[in-house]
Each structure stands twice: as structure tokens, then as C-alpha cells.
């Protein structure tokens, strides 16, 4: 995630997204780890990683786990998790854009669209640099971003409100097709703990990348292209889906 996202947000983020199955998205993961590698791998990057709930669970699945996240409220939310289920994982405060380890990994995964937080075509591209560096040879790369057609069909100027006892949030998009920039304005209302509630506002930012741009982009940094998936059942991607999942091998 950007550094100014998910400032509010992530005390509340995961009762207000507890539709997400997470454990989904690891079975699918693990799918592309036995179908795409030679061998199970060890050592995996969760690469914009928020409150660590995915990364928690695949440290439970036996994966020496690392977390990389911009926003240290999450990434607070994440290590005490992580202390809770008495977890080792690895998190570091660092950009997409330029992260640093002190070694390989063999697989990479980064989920919930966190590719289309990167507004600039040329970050997308210094991501993936720093990825294909970090990645063993014959690793895999697996990401999902939030489809065209989900900005232009779904999110367009919608309105949302996510509520529970505690917080009430209102959620504005505005979504310009000319430069595939999406705007989400944030209006919270947070209980405090006497009685009153707070308001708080954030702005946070997605670009809609087309798959041919993210295709050339992937093969610049040097990737293979293994599949593009529509879900996490694996669904060949359409014209019509919300999401696609792609699944590289670096060369």
C-alpha cells in the first residue's frame, strides 16, 4: 500500500472486509506453488502485506514468511497478530517501489489490488524490477489488480457505506475513464471512548491497468507469463471480470 493509505482505516479494516476468505487465496496460491514450481517453496514475500492476515495464514500452512508494507499502522495491526498466534514472520516498513531484502525468496504474492495503488505506470514497472531482483530462479509471482471493467462497471461514482458498532464509513468514488485514475474519498464517524464520535477523512488513489500494459510491463522486467486467472478457482480471465490474477515465472 501507499504510505498515506489506510491511516483510519486499518484498526477497523478487518471487521469492515471480514467478506474476504482469505484461506481462498492461500488454497490458490498453494495451487500455483505445486503447479507452476519444482518443489514447494520455502521462503515467500507478501508484498503489500497490510494487516497480515494472509501472511498469518500462510506462516500457519509451514512458509517462512515475510511481510512488506508502507503503512505502519497496518503493518502495527500485523505484528501484533502475529504475536498473538505466537507467529515468527519477518515485517518490514518499505515501498513496493523500492524494497530491499537481505537475500532471494522463491515466490512472491500480492493481493487485493494492492498493483493498482501504484498510479504511475513507471512505479507498476520499478515494482516489478524489484520483485524479478529479489526472486530465486524458477520462482513464481502472483498478483491480482482490480480489472478496467470493475472501475468502469462497478466502482465508476458509486457510493458504499461499511458500518459497524464502532465505525461508520462513507465511501465516494470518482473515476475519470480518460486517465484510469480512480479516486476514493473516505468520511469515517469513530466511537471514542466517551460516547462522542470522531469524523476523519482520507483520500486514497487506484489506476486501471489495462492486461496488455501489465503483459509488457511483466515482460520487460523479465517475466513469463504463466496464466491470468478471473478468480481464485482458477476461471480463465475474461473481458467481464472484476478482478484477474496474474501468475509469472521470473527468467
Known sequence: MNGTAYTILADHYDELMEDIDYPAWADFYERMFSDHMEKKPEIVLDLGCGTGKLTSILAGRGYDMIGIDASPDMLSR??????????????????????????????????????????????????????????????????????????????????????????????????????????????????????????????????AYSDKTLRQLLQNAGFELITVCADVNGTPAGDADERHYFVCRGI
Not at 89 to 97: A, G
Not at 153 to 177: C, K
Open 78 to 207: 500485523a505484528a501484533s497478530l502475529a504475536e498473538e498466534e505466537k507467529k515468527k514472520i519477518l515485517y518490514l516498513e518499505q515501498d513496493m517501489r523500492a524494497f530491499d531484502l537481505y537475500g532471494t525468496v522463491d515466490a512472491v504474492v500480492c493481493s487485493l489490488d494492492c498493483i493498482n495503488y501504484l498510479t504511475k505506470k513507471e512505479d507498476v514497472a520499478l515494482c516489478f524490477d524489484r520483485v524479478h531482483t529479489f526472486l530465486a530462479p524458477g520462482g513464481i509471482f502472483v498478483f491480482d489488480v482490480n480489472t478496467k471493467w470493475k472501475f468502469e462497471h462497478v466502482f465508476g461514482e458509486e457510493s458504499y457505506i461499511l458500518e459497524n458498532e464502532h465505525v461508520f464509513l462513507g465511501w465516494q468514488n470518482f473515476y475519470n475513464p480518460n486517465t484510469g485514475l480512480c479516486r476514493f474519498y473516505l468520511t469515517f464517524f469513530k466511537e471514542g471512548e466517551d460516547g462522542r464520535w470522531d469524523r476523519y477523512e482520507e483520500e486514497q488513489r487506484e489506476r
